[in-house]
């Protein structure tokens, strides 16, 4: 049978099947970048492997080699999911997640969804941990008890909270199978109980009987997993595994001998694996052992010498005879992504650097890097980065104009890269880069802690660092470090941040104690003259909604954005300040409140439009230039947004991709605002052709600012007019009425708001 999507209304235990969330009723496109080297479960349907990751699923075609990967753009509930199992009768692999959704996918590409668990409020704790199926009933495994669904109709059936008794109630069912027209299930420090699948009311705790010793069952130690095949049910203890065939009580399995971390079933075949690196599975005449480093979380059994293994670290390896094939789709190696930095097709990942408190992580994740054209690559130890950089990279920040990256280590110094490749690495030892206690010690993993990186108008690189004695450094353009004095300094500050303004003023973020502006009196190598000024909350110190300050940006005005634990304030006289001016910022104005008023400001990123993005931990927002409009909101629930708590934001204004850096991964939208100048040699449409079945956006680049573009037909009759946001503009495929215009050859007629610098894009339709 197969499973259509329902809308019905739910009994038992909630609302109705949802419909979630695609592409086709969101503004603009989305791509996901996430780790799926990390394998947690894999299943076997129609041939294709799909593999559970850290990062949401995989399918792999073992004959063609084809990866395809799966993630909320794609219609998953989410990318953390927790089981996944193939109901063959069905004809659909079911994914379970943490917060109780269920997913249901056939193969045709399109999602189905079980709600009921997770919108239900009556239960806390819903993680769904373990599918069997059985003809026209699922079977689901939670963290509260038991739920059985009806594959006819997609309803749940019933949902048991205690079982036996006089037992507690709503306690972790970890494994669920049927066996010889019995439910058992696997209920936490309890052990198994069992009931006859065809009860009349599973929901009566006397219809669940307990397997021990008055049932034959031949150990009292603690069971952590169950499986069956159609003659045996199999209970793995922490020793050696058991099993009955349902006449003759239990005993200990021949073969599976010994202390298993997994334990598996297909059909007839059976087998564990050690997640120490060893496995052993067999069939009724082969036992096959053999070694996997990166810890083995599953394996599938596909026919006779042809099975995979998932695992921990090293994706899923698929072994054929003696053949191994391993399976990674391109993305980063975890994540974690703290900072992030974009710029000509290129982009750069500080993955982790320090815990809650800005203590150092000792981390050898490194840099990422991805290329467009060339995909993901890593920058450790082992990949030329510099053998001295041994604690976590939590600053990035790119270069427009020479391309090249400043990677900041939190402890051991700054990395400048170009290409993906590392140029130079700047320590104490070789720079003279301040430490937190003045003395260059290599191996101190806690040395210096780069928490912000500028460029100035002069080419100057600014760098301030946390805890350090010189808190504030430059490189200037020949090459020579200098540390600004320290007695310029309060005692007791925390610089987590750092940016330069368009007069030359460093704007350094002072945990908790509100911010610094370092002024260098127009002599930025001079540092007698320098003075520093401290703003605070309150009126005629600076007027910031509170001292908790976590991000700033500059805009193209020359503006300084500052995002508190309290919304977002702006500096709107820099000037002043640069003259020895304590100036008071003023908050943009929304809805006749303070704008974002009650949000902490993680970061601040300012498009080729002079828009504002501003990452919050209730998702993104972009606001107009002033503020004083909302343009977009995208959280986990309206949005494939993959965490509402947002780490950074960083804009590639070649392209105009809007890249978020969130606490589950890293995704990207495709805006509508690019830097640049009209130029009609630069003019792209893309894509080009245009399908007529296409559900995204057409992106015309190189408009320049404020641009007038006119979509007609080859005949000049106006089809859409639009404006372009910096260099780009984005039109949906459909005419001033709101219908998909058909198939034919398209002009986009350029010019600027005067009517001026008439340039033409050319692009066609093509049915499909």
């Known amino acids: 049978m197969k499973i259509k999507r329902f809308f019905l209304a739910a009994m038992a235990i909630g609302i109705g099947v949802s419909e979630g969330l695609t592409q086709n009723n969101l503004p603009g496109s989305w791509k996901a970048y996430l780790n799926h080297t990390a394998c947690i479960q894999a299943t076997e349907m129609n041939g294709i492997i799909y593999t559970l990751t850290s990062g949401g699923m995989f399918a792999y075609e073992p004959e063609s080699q084809e990866t395809k990967t799966f993630s909320t753009i794609d219609g998953m509930s989410g990318i953390n999911p927790t089981a996944i199992y193939h109901a063959e009768d069905a004809g659909n692999i079911f994914i379970g997640y943490e917060d109780g959704m269920i997913d249901y ?15 239900n409020t009556f239960y806390t704790q819903k993680r769904i941990n373990e599918f069997f199926a059985k003809e026209n009933r699922l079977y689901v495994a939670t963290d509260f008890g038991l739920v059985v669904y009806n594959l006819d109709n997609g309803l749940p059936i019933t949902d048991v909270t205690q079982f036996g008794v006089g037992n507690a109630t709503r306690l972790k069912i970890s494994s669920v199978t049927v066996f010889k027209n019995r439910i058992y299930v696997l209920v936490q420090n309890s052990g198994i109980f069992s009931a006859n699948e065809n009860a009349t009311n599973l929901k009566d705790p006397a219809e669940w009987t307990i397997e021990d010793e008055s049932t034959g069952f031949p150990t009292t130690e603690p069971i952590f997993q169950l499986k069956s095949t159609p003659t045996i049910l199999l209970a793995r203890s922490d020793t050696t595994t058991y099993f009955s065939d349902g006449l003759s009580g239990w005993e ?31 069939n009724e005449t082969d036992n096959i052992t053999f070694f996997v480093e990166g810890g083995v979380e599953d394996v599938v059994y596909i026919r006779k010498n042809v099975f995979l293994v998932a695992t ?3 994706g899923l390896l698929y072994f054929d005879t003696y053949e191994v094939t391993n399976v990674t789709p391109d993305g980063p190696r975890s994540n974690d992504c703290v900072r992030i930095a974009a710029g000509n097709g290129e982009l750069y990942v500080a993955p982790k650097g320090y815990d809650q408190a800005y203590t150092p992580e000792v981390s050898t994740l490194g840099v990422y890097y991805y290329n467009k054209s060339a995909g993901w690559t890593f920058l450790d130890q082992s990949q030329g980065l510099d053998p001295t950089v041994s604690t976590g990279f939590a600053r990035v920040v790119y270069d427009d104009n020479s391309g090249n990256t400043w990677a900041g280590s ?13 140029r130079a690495f700047y320590n104490c030892q070789n720079a003279g880069i301040s430490t937190i206690n003045a003395n260059c010690n290599l191996t ?21 660092l946390d805890f350090a004695r010189e808190p504030l450094m430059v490189r200037n353009t020949d090459g020579q470090w200098l540390a600004t004095p320290s007695f310029r300094f309060p005692q007791n500050h925390h610089i987590t941040d750092m940016i330069v303004d368009d007069y030359g003023n460093k704007w350094m973020v002072n945990a908790e104690q509100g911010l610094l502006v370092y002024l260098d009196n127009n002599t930025p190598l001079d540092f007698d003259d320098d003075r520093v000024i401290s703003l605070k909350a309150g009126l005629n110190q600076g007027n910031l909604p509170t001292n908790q300050v976590y991000s700033l940006a500059k805009d193209m005005d020359g503006f300084v954005w500052v995002g508190t634990g309290q919304g977002v304030t702006v500096f709107y006289d820099p000037f002043s300040i640069s003259q ?35 990452a919050t931990n209730d998702g993104v927002f972009l606001m107009s230039e002033d503020g004083d409009q909302e343009i977009y909101h995208f959280n986990e629930e309206n949005s494939p947004l993959l965490s509402d708590a947002v780490n950074d934001i960083a804009v590639d204004n070649n392209t105009g991709e809007v890249f978020f850096a969130t606490a589950r991964g890293i995704i990207s939208f495709q805006g509508d605002a690019t830097t640049g100048e009209t130029n009609c040699n630069e003019i792209l449409v893309y894509p080009n052709p245009v399908f007529t079945d296409y559900e995204g956006v057409v992106t015309i680049r190189g408009t320049g600012p404020e641009s007038r573009v006119k979509i007609t037909s080859v005949t000049g009759m106006l089809v859409k007019e639009i404006l372009s946001q910096g260099g780009t503009a984005i039109w949906d495929g459909r005419d001033v009425y709101g219908n ?23 692009f066609t339709v093509i049915a499909r």
């Open 312 to 314: 921990r670290f090293n």
């Open 105 to 119: 996918y056939s193969g045709a590409g399109e999602f189905g969804y079980f709600s009921q668990i997770q919108t």
């Open 410 to 422: 939190w402890g051991s110094g700054l990395v400048e890269l170009q290409n993906g490749e590392q």
């Open 740 to 762: 998909k215009v058909k198939s034919g050859v398209y002009l986009a007629l350029i010019s600027n708001r005067n009517g001026d610098n008439g340039c033409v894009g050319k």
């Open 444 to 464: 101190n993993r806690e040395n210096s802690r780069v928490s912000g990186i500028d460029l100035d108008f002069s080419g100057n690189l600014w760098m301030s």
């Open 580 to 614: 020895g001016k304590v100036v008071d910022a003023s908050p943009p104005v929304f809805e006749r409140r303070p704008l974002l008023k009650d949000a902490i400001i993680n970061a601040i990123t300012v498009d080729g439009g002079n828009r504002k993005w501003f």
């Open 252 to 282: 200990q399995h021949p073969k599976l001998t010994g202390r298993l971390d997994r334990l598996y079933a297909w059909g007839e075949i059976v087998g564990g694996s050690r997640i120490n690196r060893t496995s052993v599975f067999y």
